[in-house]
């Protein structure tokens, strides 16, 4: 079949898409989806020009085929002896048979370019996500460094089940430890109590 293909191995081709598909899984990164993308978009202006390759070999053997037909048609008509006119049939069976491998292969790539197109839209999706994520993580970051600024208070944000950071003191050069139970007080308390330890220093 890669000789009807003109040198096209689809095995290599299917290769890619499952090196896709295996990429997809493992990496996470925007620049890992990035590159995930780019590899898509290539594998799919691939597939698209095997695509026209094979749709234009299969309209070769289309003109081919009508060639033949006219062939024995003709040949039928001119009453030409029996044993050219099994030829011609049997040229016109081999065309056949390579018509219906040739649509065969292009039904296998169409697949392919439905298959790309829905995980390239799949990638696209994961990325937008990811530089939603990364803004407002940047967001939330520039809200803590200006809370810092003003407070004073560095949050211990590890550990969910108690409240707990640092205190410091640039002008002292004091950095204070301090932790709450929230089982313990009220969050009033609890901000309370921080201010208090603020307000002492």
Known sequence: MADLLGGT????????SDDLVAVLKKQT?????????DESKALHTFSEAEFDEVHTQLEDYERKI?????KTQKAKLEVRDEAEIDLLQKELEAELEKERALREDLRVINNQISDLEQRRGSVDEQ???RKKLYREESRAQKKLSMYASV???IPDLGD???IS???????????????FNPAEST???TCESIWKLINHR
């Open 9 to 16: 191995n689809l095995d290599k081709l299917m290769s890619f």
């Open 29 to 37: 990164s925007i620049h890992s989806l990035a590159q995930c993308l």
């Open 66 to 70: 009508e060639e033949c037909k006219r």
């Open 127 to 129: 990325i937008q996500l």
């Open 151 to 153: 407070t004073n208070i």
């Open 160 to 162: 969910r089940s108690k």
């Open 165 to 179: 950071g640092h205190i410091v003191d640039r002008d002292k050069r004091m950095v204070e430890k301090f932790e």
């Open 187 to 189: 969050a009033f308390e």
